[in-house]
């Protein structure tokens, strides 16, 4: 047995940061600096009190600390504020302490990467292009400054001088996998899905074991419509942070005729957004014809619509992790039942809006002699997500993009907005019908939406509503779209009723509406 002098303890000065972290976190920057005000000056200790002066605005002296808690050699310090600024949706005041870190250090070039790359998450890919040009100006070869200016010019749509940079990168380091990563998903995205796949083939020796590279590779093969290879691929998710903390080793097992799962409880947990639920429900029927109890772990809004799916018997939302013995995230269920002939789950419809409410919302409607279309032009924002916030820039759109539509007549528009977009529907030139500050949770929004003939929307989960309630849907994609729309189709394996219609040119609706609307027309001819 160790003596209690075998045993390293915390210092006074570690316990010390410790307890000024916590109240950090708790929002109190005050009692945070005065608990680092007697602590002998260190790294550790500059760093946190720049934090706390950036959390109290006050960033002439935060920029004084971190300069103070830099080495010449590394990143500098202002870049570990950046993943706490974003979750306390401060972003932009970044900005404000880049520039008094300026004045401070006017050549140092990984100022002008952090401002670069600020910039760049709040949509101004202009401004953040000259600085990062400007840091390779005084560092030529620097590859995190090149990373970043590929990833730029990847959001602006400038995919081959991005590759070309990413390509340069790996011919320099043969041995790294970051570079070849990124190329393969770049490609990926726009389509170039056998070239993606010749570099992951390339780059995975060089990482074998990866996540970041693994989950990457996972993507691109569902991708192509390599479904059983692309699921189990996709496991490696759980190697990054932000997945289930849930014990791998009672993860639910691929479906066999050997596993016996009768009378055995598994907990299927929500791991990302409303859509991934939404679509992977399906397995839910499947899951209960083994035999198994299943009880559903997610959020409130979808509730009602968890406990109408065939088979489930338990819908929990918060409260504590209940009694199991698998449990299995929803994005994990198509992994299970790959093998199976089951492996695309129930067809549509497999979810089914509360009867009463229906009944409510056709009283309501039923004096529309029109084709009833529902309208959604924005996902969720999610500034707290860095890399969610910038796909949403893609896929969503301002609603006066879809002015054209307001010249076809026979439709009546319904707002399915919800969130700080659906403030822009007065820049719709038409009349627009909005019922959702009526709608509390999904299940009245499925009720509302059964009501209608036809759902036009960018890719949010609102497709997936639709689509699994069975109801036609018309879905505007962004140029790289994501993976579960696959490559080069207007159609979708996972809801038969649904037609894409996808940018011809990065970041521009124009074509699309024009499509939209030409379908429109002929929706109403046949109605």
């Not at 390293?8 to 972290?21: F, G, T």
């Not at 959702?436 to 890719?459: G, R």
Request: glycine share 6%; net charge neutral; proline share 6%.
């Amino acid at each position: 047995m160790s003596s209690v002098s075998d045993i390293a303890l915390p210092s006074p000065v570690d316990h010390r940061l410790k307890e000024a972290d916590q109240s950090l976190r708790a929002g109190d920057a005050e009692t945070a600096l005065d608990m680092l005000l007697p602590l002998p000056e260190s790294d550790a200790v500059h760093l946190t009190r720049g934090r706390a002066f950036f959390r109290l605005a006050r960033y002439r002296d935060a920029a004084a600390e971190l300069e103070k808690a830099t080495r010449p050699f590394g990143g500098h310090a202002v870049a570990a504020l950046i993943d706490e600024a974003v979750a306390l949706r401060r972003r932009g005041d970044l900005l404000l302490l880049l520039a008094e870190s300026r004045k401070i250090a006017p050549h140092d070039p990984r100022l002008l990467d952090a401002q670069g790359n600020i910039l760049m998450h709040l949509g101004r890919f202009d401004e953040s292009e000259v600085c990062l040009r400007e840091s390779l100006k005084r560092r030529p070869n620097d590859k995190g400054t090149l990373n970043l200016l590929a990833m730029n010019l990847t959001e602006q749509g400038r995919f081959d001088e991005a590759l070309a940079i990413l390509d340069n990168l790996r011919q320099r380091a043969p041995d790294e996998w970051g570079p070849g990563c990124n190329m393969a998903a770049i490609l990926n995205n726009i389509g170039r899905l056998e070239e993606a796949a010749n570099i992951y083939r390339e780059t995975i020796p060089l990482a074998p074991n990866e996540a970041a590279l693994r989950l990457n590779h996972s993507i691109a093969m569902l991708k192509s419509g390599r479904m059983a290879q692309g699921w189990a691929e996709h496991e490696w998710r759980f190697g990054i942070p932000g997945h289930t903390n849930l014990p791998q080793n009672r993860l639910l097992p691929n479906i066999t005729p050997s596993l016996n799962l009768e009378g055995r409880r598994i907990l299927v947990t929500q791991e990302e957004g409303l859509g991934d639920t939404l679509m992977y429900l399906r397995y839910i029927p499947a899951l209960a014809r083994t035999g198994a109890i299943v009880h559903i772990w997610g959020t409130s809004t979808l509730a009602g619509l968890c406990r109408r799916v065939e088979g489930v018997t338990i819908v929990q939302h918060g409260g504590e992790t209940p009694e199991y013995d698998y449990h299995c995230p929803f994005i994990s269920l198509p992994r299970a039942f790959s093998a199976t002939p089951d492996a695309m789950g129930a067809p549509v419809p497999y979810l089914h809006a509360d009867p009463v409410k229906v009944s409510q919302w056709k009283k309501i409607l039923r004096t529309d002699r029109n084709l009833r279309v529902g309208l959604v032009w924005a996902g969720g924002a999610r500034p707290e997500n860095t890399g969610a916030q910038m796909v949403d820039r893609q896929r969503s759109m301002p609603l006066s993009v879809l002015a054209p539509l307001t010249d076809l007549e026979g439709i009546s528009f319904y707002s399915l907005q919800k969130d700080e977009p659906a403030l822009q529907r007065l820049d719709f030139p038409g009349p627009l019908v909005d019922f959702m500050p009526q709608c509390l949770d999904m299940d009245d929004t499925a009720a509302l939406v059964s009501c209608l003939d036809l759902v036009v929307s960018v890719d949010t989960s609102m497709v997936h509503l639709a689509g699994g309630l069975g109801k036609p849907v018309i879905m505007m994609d962004r140029f790289n779209n994501c993976w579960r729309w696959l490559h080069g189709r207007d159609d979708s394996p996972w809801y038969p009723k649904m037609k894409i219609v996808r940018q011809t040119r990065f970041r521009d609706w124009s074509d699309v509406v024009t499509r939209v609307k030409s379908l429109l027309e002929e929706a109403v001819r046949v109605s």
